[in-house]
C-alpha cells in the first residue's frame, strides 16, 4: 500500500518503521521539510517529502501532528489524492500541556470529529492511546497470547476495515470502537486509553468509558 504519514515524531517516525518493515511504500513529512528527514529515510527506506506532497497517490494518509497544528496544515492537502483515500488520526488534545482550548472539544465534540472538521475528510481514529514505543515493542504473530488489540473508530466500515488489516500486517489485533460519536472512548482518560490488552480486555474498557472529560484532559 502506499501510505503518507504526516508528522515524523514519537508516533509519525514509528509508524514509518513499522509500516516500511511490512512492505508498505511509505512517504513521510514533518514541519522542516524532507532534508531534515534523511536518517528516518536511511534507516527505513521510506521517502521524505514535503506535506504538501505527502498525500500524492496515497491510499492511506497518517495526520500524526500535535492537534494544535491540524488547522494550519494545508487546506488542500488531500487534493492530489485518490478518492476514497483514506485518513488515520493518531491525536489527542492536550489543552493543559500543548494544545490549549479547543472550544468545541470542551463542549463535548469528540476529538477526531473536530480533526475531520478542520481536515475536511473523514478519519479513522487509532493509535491514539498507544505509547510510541509500544509500536515496536508490542507486535507479535497473528494468535500470539501476548499480541494486544488496539480501538478503532469511524463511521465508514469499508475504511476501518483496510485499517484493521494493515493493522494486522504490522503485529496487532484491533476491536471496533464503533462510529466516529463514539471515539471518545478511546480518547485520554478512559480505561482503554494506554492499557495494551488483549482484544476482549479492549472491549470490556470501552464499554466502561464515561463521556465525561476528567479535569486533568481539560482546558
Ligand atoms: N507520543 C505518544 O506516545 C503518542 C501516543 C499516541 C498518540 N499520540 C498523539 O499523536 C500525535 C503526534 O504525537 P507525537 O508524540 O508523535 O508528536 P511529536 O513527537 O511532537 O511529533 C510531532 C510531529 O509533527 C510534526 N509537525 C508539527 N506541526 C506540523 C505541521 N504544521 N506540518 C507538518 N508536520 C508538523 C513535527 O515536525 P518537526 O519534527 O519538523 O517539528 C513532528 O515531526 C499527537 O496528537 C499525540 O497526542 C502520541
Redesign the pocket.
Known amino acids: 500500500m502506499k501510505i503518507g504519514i504526516?508528522?515524523?515524531?514519537?508516533?509519525?517516525?514509528?509508524l514509518t518503521r513499522r509500516f516500511t518493515a511490512a512492505g508498505h511504500d511509505v512517504s513521510v513529512?514533518?514541519?522542516?521539510?524532507p532534508e531534515?528527514l534523511r536518517d528516518l529515510a536511511g534507516e527505513t527506506g521510506a521517502t521524505p517529502v514535503t506535506?504538501a506532497e505527502a498525500a500524492r497517490g496515497a491510499d492511506v494518509v497518517v495526520v500524526?501532528?500535535?492537534?494544535k497544528?491540524?488547522p494550519?496544515?494545508p487546506g488542500d492537502l488531500l487534493d492530489d489524492a485518490p478518492e476514497g483515500v483514506i485518513v488515520i488520526d493518531?491525536?489527542?488534545?492536550?489543552p493543559q500541556q500543548?494544545?490549549g482550548r479547543i472550544a468545541a472539544i470542551e463542549e463535548g465534540m469528540p476529538e477526531s470529529r473536530w480533526t475531520e472538521l478542520q481536515l475536511g475528510h473523514p478519519v479513522v481514529k487509532v493509535?491514539?492511546?498507544?505509547?510510541?514505543?509500544?509500536l515496536l515493542d508490542k507486535p507479535r504473530p497473528k494468535g500470539d497470547p501476548e499480541r494486544i488489540a488496539l480501538p478503532v473508530a469511524g463511521d465508514d466500515d469499508a475504511a476501518k476495515k483496510v485499517v484493521r488489516d494493515l493493522l494486522d500486517g504490522i503485529g496487532f489485533d484491533s476491536v471496533d470502537t464503533g462510529g466516529l460519536d463514539e471515539s471518545w472512548r478511546q480518547q485520554?482518560g478512559t480505561p482503554v486509553y494506554g492499557l495494551a490488552a488483549d482484544a476482549d480486555t479492549v472491549r470490556k474498557a470501552l464499554a466502561e468509558a464515561s463521556p465525561e472529560r476528567t479535569a486533568e484532559w481539560r482546558a
Open positions: 504526516i508528522g515524523a515524531g514519537n508516533i509519525g517516525g514509528n513529512a514533518n514541519s522542516r521539510g531534515t506535506v500524526t501532528v500535535p492537534m497544528a491540524v494550519g496544515l493518531t491525536g489527542n488534545y492536550y500543548r494544545d493509535f491514539n492511546g498507544t505509547y510510541a514505543h509500544e485520554p
